[in-house]
C-alpha cells in the first residue's frame, strides 16, 4: 500500500510552498501534496474514513481512490480515481489543478439525484470573496463595476484589456489556505491554478501580487 501521510499545517521558510509533517519535511519529486476540498461531505480515502483531507502527501504514480459521503440526503456518494494530481473517472464531478511545486489543488462537486428538476431555486452562495466578484464582473464585461472595487490608482492604471487578460482562462477563485503564500488560486481551464494575493486599502483592492 503507498505511503499516506495527513499534513499538518506548519511552514518551514527553507522550503516555503511545502506543507510539513513530523516525518517528511520536503515535497520527494514522486510525491504530491494533494490538497483535496468537498464542502458538507466526508471522505474515504482508500477505504480509510477521514473528515478533513486539506493536506494529503501521496506518491504521484499511485492511484488515491476518494469516496465522497455527503452529509446533505439531496446528494448522492461517488469514488474518483486520482493518479498524479489528476481524476482518471468521474471527471465532470472533479476539478483538478497544479499548483506547482509538487501542490494539487482538488475541488469534489456534489452529486445531483437528480438531472432536472422544474421549480427548484438554485443554490445561491452565501458569500463571495472581492477577487471572485471581480472575475464576476470582468467575465460579465461589466467593466465600470469590477474598477469600483478598485483604489483610483489601480483604476487608472489597467485598461479594459488588461483586466480582461489578468482573468483570461479563470473559471473560479478559491482563497488558498494551502501554502504558506496564502491569497487566492485563480483557477484556469488549462488545469493550472495560479496563486495571487489582492492587497487591500479601505476595503478596495490596491494592487495584486502574483
Not at 471522505?43 to 504521484?60: D, H, I, K, T
Amino acid at each position: 500500500m503507498p505511503r499516506l501521510y495527513f499534513c499538518n499545517i506548519t511552514h518551514n521558510t527553507s522550503c516555503p510552498t511545502a506543507y510539513f509533517d513530523e516525518t517528511v519535511h520536503t515535497v520527494n519529486y514522486m510525491e504530491s501534496v494533494l490538497h483535496i476540498v468537498s464542502p458538507h461531505s466526508v471522505l474515504l480515502l482508500n477505504g480509510s474514513f477521514v473528515q478533513s483531507a486539506a493536506a494529503v502527501r501521496y506518491e504521484q504514480n499511485e492511484p488515491l481512490f476518494v469516496t465522497v459521503l455527503p452529509l446533505d440526503a439531496t446528494f448522492l456518494s461517488y469514488t474518483v480515481e486520482l493518479l498524479g494530481g489528476k481524476a482518471v473517472c468521474n471527471q465532470s464531478l472533479v476539478t483538478c489543478c497544479d499548483m506547482g511545486g509538487g501542490h494539487h489543488y482538488i475541488e469534489l462537486k456534489p452529486r445531483s439525484a437528480f438531472v432536472y428538476a422544474p421549480g427548484i431555486p438554485p443554490v445561491v452562495e452565501s458569500s463571495v470573496s472581492v477577487p471572485a466578484q471581480l472575475l464576476r464582473f470582468v467575465r460579465d464585461g461589466n467593466f465600470d463595476a469590477a474598477r469600483s472595487m478598485m483604489t483610483q490608482s489601480l483604476r487608472d492604471s489597467l485598461s479594459d484589456e488588461a483586466l480582461s487578460d489578468f482573468f483570461d482562462g479563470v473559471f473560479a477563485v478559491r482563497e488558498n489556505v494551502y501554502t504558506p503564500q496564502k491569497g487566492y488560486l485563480l483557477l484556469k481551464t488549462d488545469g493550472t491554478a495560479t496563486q495571487c494575493v489582492f492587497e487591500m486599502h479601505g476595503g478596495l483592492i490596491e494592487n495584486v501580487t502574483m
